[in-house]
């Protein structure tokens, strides 16, 4: 073994959950929204969160004056960080964009008629980045100095920290280009790279992440070796700056990615949970044995024994496979949590003292009682029971060879046009409605055993009578029940499946101030018995119009919570949709006749990689398939998809062979349409005419426009209008304005196509 003195602390993560231990920061962004505090307040609330994590980082183990720990801390998004810090203003809002919070929020939020930044997963997560608004004359500069004075304030706090910022090659790869391609962007970006760097060494600073995910992924328009020479020159800028350079990519197998990268680089941290190691023999390796996306406790004799072998061949330091801001703060905060499942878990803190653990062993000094907790803790769960279900196994090795097929589509659109009696453009709702104060206290009040069952039950009805009489009213033609009964569109089914455990702090950054909480799928997966059925069945008996059912699909379930790591994902999806199967057939039973399955993170699953996406496609929309494939020809399958950019899975959407597929299109401009036209999408069709992530109401003229823009590429026996995504994050007042404006803009769109 050599003994190289690392050029880099032993230990790192490269990010951490920055929402706050206790959601701080959303509470300070979302009472900043509300004008309950100034710009004084906010910024105070969201130092005192910053810090709070450094010192907690410090108390895990990480070194103070070293660099290990990583200083980031956006407000909203890392990715619109970089917009401010470099002054990329989309040219619709130049020299108009006002300066400090006010602009920042203008960008994430919108106001007026100004619409925000589009907004888009980031990778195969479930983070949503704001994505940068480039063109032909985009300009970039030291136009904002966040990153440098969070690296100043860790330090007043006695923290050596390490700033991190998205690197060149990711943010444009990442970005949209209107009329030039953002990657050829980069002679001008890289200049404001090297500025940051000359403040950040002016200030201080010795190390700087640069964050290059893209490299493990493919893009369209963009080849592995432009994106590396980008790469190289934000490299190259911030060592002439004087600083030393950690590459961070992650999120993937860095081999054959980053290699002509190693001669530039003072320190490549690489993803070793779900990649190999690039051969870059005697390069500084911070090597992501930690998972940083899962929370499963790390098999630290395994770890170890890669990281001795690594250190065969040059220095290496143990670090996390990604950010840890894809997994919640603290397992201790799960107080409820089945203490035999708790054994088996980490999350970020956790994390942070396996790598801590691993360090010290790797430099020798080896915590045998800590190795011997987490090789028991796995080897409890391999054998615990629920971990396999005989009964689900059997079920699944047993399906029919039709299992995943229906009967032909032209057959099943005439029964359903016969039993529904819809008008042409029919106009729906995505499904869930605002989640009022009033029903979020009940449910608290309910948990907190103040309100009895019933007593909620009858809160839940009252709210669903109000929404049924709302839908009647404002004249939409497919109703639906609210979901007023779900926290959360994947926790209410994980709730009631077995197999899941829900947690009740471990909240994940979602996008700004909002957070999810994924549940564990920690067993085999079955359905106790239905859920969903009392509620649609209760809405349905309130109106004559056709109420849909309302279920998250099988990828949707696994793509927001914590999946198992002991099986494949295809399989764990295949038991997933066969609960699906029994609800649905339990929704006809009760006489509903529509049923929307949604899959929204369809397209977050695909893998960053070309040669993987086949077969992900055929375990997904397989799995898809065999939750809907026994649904009567007359019952109308629906699905949704958003806030993902769809164009390059057109074909699996239409794999699914829902009979109706609504898809988010406003903040695109209906961009998505053209591809599915294009591929000859021939089943019924749902563009988004109104953005929903947005408090902006839409505008006469701006349905109109859309909703021609869809009129003029798909067949108007097969258009469908609706928002974007459900309502549960809206207002009240501005939804019934919305959708008042949103069916008037239908029956004028059906006036014109009558008439054509
Ligand atoms: C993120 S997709 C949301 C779909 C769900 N049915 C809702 O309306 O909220
Ligand atoms: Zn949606």
Redesign the pocket.
Known sequence: MTTTTPAFPGGTILGYPRIGRRRELKRALESHWRDAIDDAAFHEAARANRLADLQRLVALGLRADDASIPVEGAHYDHVLDATLTFGAVPARLRGRLPSGLAGEWLLARGAGDDVPLEMTKWLDSNYHYLVPELDAASNFSLADTRIVDRFVEAGAAGVHARPVVVGPATYLALAKGTGVRPLDLAERLVPAYAALAAALAAAGATWIQLDEPALVADHEDATLAELQDVARAGIEAARAAGLRVLLHVGHGDAAGRVEPLADAVDALAVDLVRGTAPETDGVQLVAGVVHGRNVWRTDLDAALEALRALAERGPVSVGTSTTLLHVPHDLDAEAALEPRLRSWLAFADQKVAEVATLAAALAGDVDEAAFGAARAAIDDRRAAPGVHDGAVRERLAALPADARTRSPYDDRAAQQRAALELPPLPTTT???FPQTGDIRSARARNARGELDDAGYAEVLRDEVRRVVALQEELGLDVLVHG?PERND?VQYFAEHFDGFAPTQHGWVQSYGSRATRPSILWGDVARPEAFTVEWIAFAQSLTDRPVKG?LTGPVTILAWSFVRDDQPLGETADQVALALADEIADLEAAGIRIVQV?E?ALRELLPLRREARPAYLDWSVGAFRLATAAAAPATQIHT?L?YSEFNTVVDAIDGLDADVTSIEAARSKMEVVDALAGHGFGRGIGPGVYDIHSPRVPAREELDELLSIATGAISDELLWVNPD??L?TRGYAETVESLGNLVEAARRARAAVAVA
């Open positions: 995505i499904g869930s979901e569109m309302m949604d929204p949704h958003c995504c459900g549960k």
